[in-house]
């Protein structure tokens, strides 16, 4: 974990709701691995005393990018950063996803929004090829479908209101998928999104003895394990603890996860 | 003549190395800035970010006897100027803390202080006498003014005869450096510091958060769960000069001021106002490098001042 | 059927025009919105950029029996997210501000609430006695909490005996609705809420400004001629949600909240918390027509969450 | 007196510390007059509760101009300002000059840095010409002297380090001025700078019975008269009272002002 001022190379729109901002980080490029998320000081903000935090989805050599779209103060005054301002940057933050999977197991990324931008980085660094449902409300909430698909990976899309691939909840398509693999794949899982989905995907798995790797989005004070505002309750080896969602996590394990709040 | 006043310019300006060092209630720190409780964890959390052998003393985040759940979540939201966190005192209890985080607090050169709560004034007592014979532990700070949990915390902070019970208690039990930390919502402070003082305080910690709240205008719901929580941030920051202003006023015990410090000028604001020392807290989550910030800040204006020790800023408010 | 449902949210949507008017404790107003005693002068200062007529009320400056000179400048400071004020009740006095101001706010049809104080509760109880008397006054606002007069203001609030004697003395002399405005620097605002109540106030105004201070870290001095004021504006307002909140808890009464509300969404967040009405302070400075932001702001949310009245609102948080 | 939202027109440096903001501003141009100021909000600082007042420097048509020097947070941040931004203007406020001037009485104004703004306003409106003194620090805080000068005023300057025209205060030009004029000139007192510089002229005038009228520089909140943090003890026809100077004020004759706070 370093702190360093990034200088912005480039800032660009990705549809109508969404913006890649990319970075220069020599020393937080170092060691950042899929799953991880950097925490962004938003200094046009004077009066916001948190950072905030987002997933890495791409790293080149230097530069480091970031997907996100505007919900609210914070992520709307970003968007008037420009190429050659300096950010703030503490990261890479969080534990991150597994990335060397057992033979025989086929990997299966299951994104909502821009959750598909750690999703976009562990398949860029997997040595194996596999399987991406992506979803969203409107098509235009679909993103890096085509990326997914230049990198040999096999993409099935479905949106709320059908507008792109099939009508409905990510899961249709994922369950339509499972029958016609069984037998011949097992998969594992990685998740990121809303929770219902997170949600969804874990209890497949759990029934099924397969594993997920489900990336949590809590709200977070120090984005470090020092505060404790992002706590998750969990299971691990029998014992019930709360763990911190930035340092412990964002990446759990669904059978580890105890939903009950 | 001109030569030799040059020479003394050149060397005021340049030589003059202030120093930084104070013994505060007995607890030696190379410069008079802390890290707050909760806002730093137990120590190793920042440790990739921030030299911890360069702070003043390092206050871990509130200990209980036993360990301790704290509040579902949300925990923590954002307003502006500030944030409202209801963490609820999470923490491992004395045992747990005292395994898994003395032996790597041992391993730096930085004031340790402990900061201890119960819900009785047993549990109290007990904390105290734990750390009693902890090693590695410099001082032992009481918050008796938490807003965010039901029994205890604030609870006995703002009641001048169970400040002092718990004071007393506590006292009974240590030789530590005990330094109660007191409530914000009070409508005369100096009461709290004296009956502190009157009752073995070596020093005091102020403020703590302000109990406050924010509500969801669509869900019509509190944003947090335990409904209200403590307000911290510049936002509180003029609040609390002036409840260090007239702490200074009632008692001889070093004070060390805590709320909305982002820089170098409200610490100074606050040692002005009689503050010995200063604790950054939310400021950590802001800029994780603020403490240092302080610290090079305050030798900066030092220096730009003419003043050869810390303590000269100390109570020095011109009326 | 599609037809007659897309029929109903046509008229749901367009024709629905929610009701603000409310009758407070007697005042009869046409929205719950006021403007805060000292941030909107006697009325005519601000007339010519906003309509009086279309707020629910104006509370004036605070008046003493006599005139009264104030503290010497300067008299605020702006601080990040507020500022900080000293003015000290510099005012007309009762003679002066009837002859000069009252006349002129006859000419409005909006309620004007008379913000009063006094070094003594004789003199407390004279103005009240002088008001009861004079056309046009629609209730009187009670400072007991001003934290920027030696002599009175906030040393009446802080304590429940004094608060409860001015209550009774000023209730003694007039039958005008009453309303005491209470100080935030207390640890259990219900009680002082209570007490209030049980010695006849008809409403509560909450909150006044904090007792607060900076410093001018190169002069070492206090910026405030007055050395602290009271700090008010956006940084106070999640800590006045949590006491309107508790105050609704312990009284029946209506409140009128106050601290930092600069838009629709502050006011909402009050009236679900337990407020009646609010007052706009501070934003009147930033944005003269904050009031009347306020008012729209509102009249959209009710409409868009299906509220037919103001009154639905209050007291409507869900736990 | 309005509030109306002023798109920028120009905004360009005056010399290496000053500005000149342009606004449009169809309403509050209407009754300006000099010595008048406006009251502006600076919304990029979102920590920010009170507008920033600003002497009336030009009005042109429906575009008001003000002559600034950023020395806090707020006039820093105005630099940021750019052409089409809009900017919420209160205004005009306060008293102004009084611009008809008795037969016989030579018009003498006196700045100190900024303070010429007003005094230029004055002087483009006024029928007569007359004589500026000018002072400042450096050469480069002498504001405008060539624009006074292409108005036909005679202007007579002086800096605390000689950079520019007589080495000293403004006062002291002004006094072998007044030597040399005795007899031939009445003159009549206009004067905006530093307090320290108002009460040398005020006194200068009380002295000799002529009238001086100040522009006094005070803290403001509200701008409107309502706040009364800004007020300036004075006497009127024998009464002591307390004035506000955003809306009594700013300008006052000197025999009114009771300087001791
Ligand atoms: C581990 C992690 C990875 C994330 N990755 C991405 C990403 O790649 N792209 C992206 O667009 N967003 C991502 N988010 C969500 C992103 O952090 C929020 O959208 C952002 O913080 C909103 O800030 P705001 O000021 O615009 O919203 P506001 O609602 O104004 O923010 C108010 C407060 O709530 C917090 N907050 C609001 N929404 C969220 C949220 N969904 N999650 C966490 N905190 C929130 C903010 O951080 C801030 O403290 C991620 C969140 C987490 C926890
Ligand atoms: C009637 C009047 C006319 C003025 N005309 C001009 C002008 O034409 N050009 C110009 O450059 N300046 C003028 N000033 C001064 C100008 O208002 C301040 O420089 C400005 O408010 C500083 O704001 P800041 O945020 O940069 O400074 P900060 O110090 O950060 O401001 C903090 C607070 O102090 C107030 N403040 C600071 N300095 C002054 C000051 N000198 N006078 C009043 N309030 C102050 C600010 O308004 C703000 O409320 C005038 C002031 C007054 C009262
Ligand atoms: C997330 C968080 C957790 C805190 N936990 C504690 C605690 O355990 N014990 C304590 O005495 N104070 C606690 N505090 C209060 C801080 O130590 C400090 O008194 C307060 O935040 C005001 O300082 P600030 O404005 O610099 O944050 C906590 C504050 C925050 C923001
Ligand atoms: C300049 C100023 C003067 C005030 N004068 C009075 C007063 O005379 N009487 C009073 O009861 N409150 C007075 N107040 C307090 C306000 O009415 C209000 O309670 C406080 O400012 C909090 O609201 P706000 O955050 O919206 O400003 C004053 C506040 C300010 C800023
Ligand atoms: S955000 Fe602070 S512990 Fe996770
Ligand atoms: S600034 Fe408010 S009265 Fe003058």
């Known amino acids: 974990m370093r702190i360093e001022n990034g ?35 938003i200094t046009q903000l004077h009066d916001a005393v948190l950072r905030r935090p987002f997933s890495i989805y791409k790293v080149d050599g230097q530069n480091l990018s970031i997907l996100y779209k505007s919900v609210g103060r914070g992520t709307t005054a970003m968007q008037a950063l420009g190429t050659g301002d300096l950010v703030s940057i503490v990261g890479p933050l969080g534990n991150g996803f597994p990335t060397n999977l057992a033979a025989g197991l086929t990997p299966v990324l299951i994104g909502g929004g821009y959750g598909v931008a750690p999703l976009y980085f562990l398949a860029r660094t997997m040595s194996q090829r596999g399987v991406l449902f992506v979803g969203g409300a409107k098509a ?18 479905a949106t709320d209101d059908g507008s792109l691939g099939v009508k409905g909840l990510v899961t249709a398509p994922l369950n339509t998928w499972l029958k016609s693999a069984v037998g011949r794949f097992t998969p594992e899982f990685y998740a990121c999104g809303p929770n219902g989905m997170l949600k969804a995907i874990g209890d497949l798995a ?56 | 003549m001109g030569l030799f006043l040059s020479h003394m310019k050149l060397f005021g300006m340049t030589n003059m190395q202030p120093t930084l060092e104070i013994n505060l209630a007995g607890i030696r720190m190379k410069n008079p800035v802390m890290v707050a409780s909760g806002t730093f964890g137990y120590g190793p959390e920042y440790a990739d970010l921030v030299d911890l052998n360069q702070l003043g003393a390092i206050v871990v985040k509130g200990i209980s006897m036993e360990s301790w759940g704290g509040n579902k979540t949300p925990r923590m939201v954002e307003v502006p100027g500030g944030l409202i966190n209801a963490i609820g005192l999470q923490n491992p209890g004395t045992k747990g803390f ?22 009785t004034l047993e549990e109290y007592a007990a904390v105290a006498e734990w750390f009693d014979t902890v090693e590695g532990v410099h001082a032992l700070e009481i918050n008796i003014s938490c807003p965010n949990v039901k029994a205890g915390g604030s609870s006995f902070g703002v009641h001048l005869d169970s400040t002092a019970r718990v004071v007393a208690a506590v006292r009974a039990k240590t030789k530590l450096p005990l330094i109660p930390k007191l409530a914000p919502n009070v409508s005369d402070i100096g009461a709290f510091a004296k009956v502190c003082e009157d009752n073995g305080a070596d020093a005091l910690s102020l403020i703590n958060s302000f109990p406050a709240m924010a509500i969801d205008i669509e869900t019509r719901k509190p944003i947090l769960a335990n409904v209200s929580g403590g307000l911290s941030g510049p936002a509180i920051h003029p609040i609390a000069v002036k409840l260090v202003y007239e702490a200074a006023k009632a008692v001889k015990i070093p004070l060390i001021a805590i709320g909305g410090i982002t820089s170098a000028k409200e610490a100074i604001e606050f040692m002005i106002a009689g503050a010995s020392a200063v604790a ?40």
Chains 1, 4 share one sequence.
């Open chain 2, 280 to 319: 950054v807290g939310t400021a950590n989550f802001t800029e994780p490098l603020t403490a240092l910030q302080v610290i090079d800040g305050l030798s900066d204006y030092l220096a730009r001042h003419k003043m050869s020790k810390v303590q000269e800023l100390v109570r020095s408010i011109k009326l």
């Open chain 1, 7 to 41: 200088t912005v190379v480039s800032h660009v729109p990705m549809g109508p709701h969404y913006r890649v901002l990319t970075l220069n980080l020599p020393d937080v490029t170092l060691t950042a691995i899929p799953g991880q998320f950097v925490h962004l000081r």
């Open chain 2, 98 to 119: 005292t395994e898994k985080y003395m032996p790597f607090l041992r391993k730096y050169d930085v004031a340790v202080i402990v900061n201890i709560w119960g819900k």
């Open chain 1, 140 to 157: 235009v909430d679909i993103l890096l479908a085509d990326e997914f698909k230049a990198i040999g990976w096999d993409v099935h899309i």
């Open chain 1, 206 to 261: 759990i029934k099924n003895n397969w594993k997920a790797w489900l990336s949590l989005d809590r709200h977070m004070g120090c984005g470090v394990g020092a505060c404790l505002a992002c706590v998750q309750k969990v299971r691990l080896n029998g014992q019930e603890s709360l763990a911190r969602v930035c340092k412990d996590g964002p990446i759990f394990e669904s059978h580890e996860v105890i939903w009950d709040d």
